[in-house]
T-cell receptor
């Protein structure tokens, strides 16, 4: 079974700083997708960024980028020039390409951006 | 375009009461899911439906039942609510053939069992 681990329950940084959220996962699969979801206080789950395991290039979406280390099974999220609106819970998630289509989540990291 | 719609948004139940959480999607997705979110545990899969007419257990199915009424609707039923079922519940849907698309989530239901 696949597992996803986020070892930082809470983080706090000042506005405009750069912050990195950690995620590790365990799988025997070779092909899969990884995601970061954002959950602001509104409770809505918002897809931030996705990474295909068979692509070596790290995904980027504006101020959000990932550091994908397949051999180490690590998938960290970097937020550059952090903004107050980035305050949220962030979840790392994994889905395999073959077999049962189930998105597996980590425990989440609560990120607070301070003014 | 509504996406995934869940009702109700909030609910308080007494121990032993039953209720059904409703979920509907208008994106023509084949697959639908029910998750629960608890502090420090992320989102855990309760049940899922890969396609109309099929349902399967997820990680935490005990105490719940589901019905895939049609392609659009997937309901979650608590037959006899327990305080341990106090949680935030999310319904989600996805395409079957493009797993990189991710899931689309509803806005959640906060359920309190007293």
């Amino acid at each position: 079974a696949q597992t996803v681990t986020q070892s930082q329950p809470e983080m706090s940084v000042q506005e405009a700083e750069t912050v990195t959220l950690s995620c590790t996962y365990d799988t025997s699969e070779n092909n899969y997708y990884l995601f970061w979801y954002k959950q602001p206080p509104s409770r809505q789950m918002i897809l931030v960024i996705r990474q295909e395991a068979y692509k070596q290039q790290n995904a980027t979406e504006n101020r959000f980028s990932v550091n994908f280390q397949k051999a180490a099974k690590s998938f960290s999220l970097k937020i550059s020039d952090s903004q107050l609106g980035d305050t949220a819970m962030y979840f790392c998630a994994f889905i395999r390409i073959q077999g049962a289509q189930k998105l597996v989540f980590g425990q989440g990291t609560r990120l607070t951006i301070n003014p | 375009n509504a996406g995934v719609t869940q009702t109700p948004k909030f609910q308080v139940l007494k121990t032993g009461q039953s209720m059904t959480l409703q979920c509907a999607q208008d994106m023509n997705h084949n697959s639908m899911y029910w998750y629960r979110q608890d502090p420090g545990m992320g989102l855990r899969l309760i049940y899922y439906s890969a396609s109309e007419g099929t349902t399967d257990k997820g990680e935490v199915p005990n105490g719940y039942n589901v019905s895939r009424l049609n392609k659009r609707e997937f309901s979650l039923r608590l037959e006899s609510a327990a305080p341990s079922q106090t949680s935030v519940y999310f319904c989600a849907s996805s395409r079957t053939l493009d797993r990189g698309y991710g899931y689309t989530f509803g806005s959640g239901t906060r359920l309190t069992v007293v």
